[in-house]
């Protein structure tokens, strides 16, 4: 199945979105979220955000997340976005479950959260209503799949 990574897009649309959806559209829709903190797994150390999302990819099972909220996170360099959105569903596209990672850029090289959760297109619902979600088996996850030093201050995100 071929799909693509629309991370530059949502990098260049979301957040002028999510600064002006009051205006836009009368209501807050969540183009974007801070990051929750407890799902920080730490940093690929002097790595590139390329380079890690190649490491991704080339897992079996690993999409990229062109419909989650965009996160951020205001940190000692101030506000920050994702440069990366990736999920892991083990037993494929429509797997329950899945495992989702997000890339920062980082003072060290690439910071990474994660989470464990329902997969949006299985139980859309259930999803986004944060039901199952759980940030430890996500951040273990992140640090068996990636060489992740877990020290690293997450307040060191940096814009990109």
């Not at 260049?12 to 009368?26: S, T, Y």
């Not at 407890?38 to 955000?49: I, M, S, Y």
């Not at 037993?91 to 980082?106: N, P, S, T």
Request: charged share 25%; hydrophobic share 35%.
């Amino acid at each position: 199945m071929i799909w693509p990574d629309l991370i530059t897009t949502r990098r260049i649309v979301l957040p002028p979105l999510e600064r002006n959806e009051r205006r836009l559209f009368g209501r807050d829709i969540m183009f974007s979220k801070a990051l929750q903190t407890r799902g920080w797994a730490g940093v690929v150390q002097g790595a590139d955000p390329d380079d890690v999302r190649e490491q991704l990819l080339d897992i079996d099972n690993v999409y990229p997340v062109n419909t989650a909220t965009m996160k951020y996170h205001e940190g000692n360099h101030g506000r920050a976005y994702e440069c990366g959105s990736y999920a892991l569903r083990p037993d494929g596209f429509l797997d329950e479950y899945q495992f989702h990672f997000r890339l920062w850029g980082h003072v060290d090289g690439v910071g990474i959260s994660a989470h464990y959760e329902l997969n949006p297109w299985r139980r859309p619902r259930d999803h986004y209503a944060g039901v199952d979600w759980q940030p430890q088996p996500g951040v273990a996850k992140a640090r068996d799949l990636l060489d992740i030093d877990p020290a690293a201050s997450v307040d060191d995100i940096r814009p990109q």
